[in-house]
C-alpha cells in the first residue's frame, strides 16, 4: 500500500515552454502531497506544500508564478513549470502524506520526474 | 527552521559488513523517517520513527527524541543496500496551521557496498 506514481518519469523540453508533471497517489487518498527539487548530488529541497482544494504554500525563494501546482482531487497534483529555462533542469519529486493506523502521518515518494530544458 | 545533520556523508564497506548512520537535529521534531534513494532515484521508506526502536530485517532503527538524535544499523550488508540513505524530521501535523506535516532532509549518506 501507499503507492504514489509520477508521470512523466522524464521530460526534455525546449527553452521557454511549459512543462505539467503529475502525481497520483493511487492506493490511498492524500490532501496533502509536497513536491521537492532534488540537485545532482544533493539532498532534497521542498519546494511547496499541495493542499487539496486550496492554494499550495510555497517555501522561500520558490517562484510561484514559474511553478503553478494545482491539487484538484484527493488523488491528484500536478505541478507546471512555465516558461522553463536550462537552470529549471533538475530532478523533481512528489510525495504524498498518508494516514497510518489513524494515528500519524508517513510521507511515500514518487519515482521521480527528471526535467531538462534545451 | 530545523537543521539535520548526517553523518558519515560518505561509507564504503565489504559484503557482510555492518554500519551505523547518524542523524542529528538541531530542535525537536515529532515526524521523523529514514529513506533509501536507490539508482533510480526512488526515495523508499525504510522506518517512521520519531522516538524508539524499530527493527526491519537486517535494518534497525533508534531515535532518542531528548536528545535529539536518531541511528540506522544495517547488518550483514549487501551490494543491494548500496544507495543514498536519508533521514528526515519536522514538526508533527499543527491542525489550523500550517505546517502539514513538512519534512526537512538531511545531506544523506552515500553508501557502497562492494562484493
Known amino acids: 500500500g501507499a503507492v504514489v506514481s509520477q508521470h512523466p518519469s522524464r521530460v526534455i523540453c525546449k527553452s521557454g515552454t511549459s512543462v505539467k508533471i503529475e502525481c497520483r497517489s493511487l492506493?490511498?487518498?492524500?490532501?496533502?502531497m509536497f513536491w521537492y527539487r532534488q540537485f545532482p548530488k544533493q539532498s532534497l529541497m521542498l519546494m511547496a506544500t499541495?493542499?487539496?482544494?486550496?492554494?499550495?504554500?510555497?517555501e522561500q525563494g520558490v517562484e510561484k508564478d514559474k511553478f503553478l501546482i494545482n491539487h484538484a482531487s484527493l488523488t491528484l497534483s500536478t505541478l507546471t513549470v512555465t516558461s522553463a529555462h536550462p537552470e529549471d533542469s533538475s530532478f523533481y519529486i512528489c510525495?504524498?502524506?498518508?494516514?497510518?493506523?489513524?494515528?500519524?502521518?508517513?510521507?511515500?515518494f514518487g519515482p521521480g520526474t527528471r526535467l531538462t530544458v534545451t | 527552521g530545523i537543521q539535520v545533520e548526517q553523518s558519515p556523508p560518505d561509507l564504503i564497506l565489504q559484503e557482510g559488513a555492518n554500519s551505523t548512520l547518524r542523524c542529528n537535529f538541531s530542535?525537536?521534531?515529532?515526524?521523523l523517517q529514514w529513506f533509501h534513494q536507490n539508482p533510480w532515484g526512488q526515495l523508499i521508506n525504510l522506518f517512521y520513527?520519531?522516538?524508539g526502536t524499530k527493527q526491519n530485517g537486517r535494518l534497525s532503527a533508534t531515535t532518542v527524541a531528548t536528545e535529539r538524535y536518531s541511528l540506522l544499523y544495517i547488518s550483514s550488508s549487501q551490494t543491494t543496500d548500496s544507495g543514498v540513505y536519508f533521514c528526515?524530521?519536522?514538526?508533527?501535523?499543527?491542525?489550523?496551521?500550517?505546517?502539514?506535516?513538512?519534512?526537512?532532509f538531511g545531506q544523506g549518506t552515500i553508501l557502497t557496498v562492494h562484493p
Open positions: 528526515a524530521g519536522g514538526p508533527s501535523i499543527n491542525a489550523g496551521g500550517t505546517s502539514y506535516g513538512k519534512l526537512t
Open positions: 499541495s493542499n487539496e482544494g486550496s492554494k499550495a504554500t510555497y
Open positions: 520513527i520519531p522516538s
Open positions: 510525495s504524498a502524506r498518508a494516514v497510518k493506523g489513524g494515528t500519524y502521518y508517513e510521507q511515500y
Open positions: 492506493d490511498f487518498q492524500a490532501t496533502t
Open positions: 530542535d525537536s521534531v515529532n515526524n
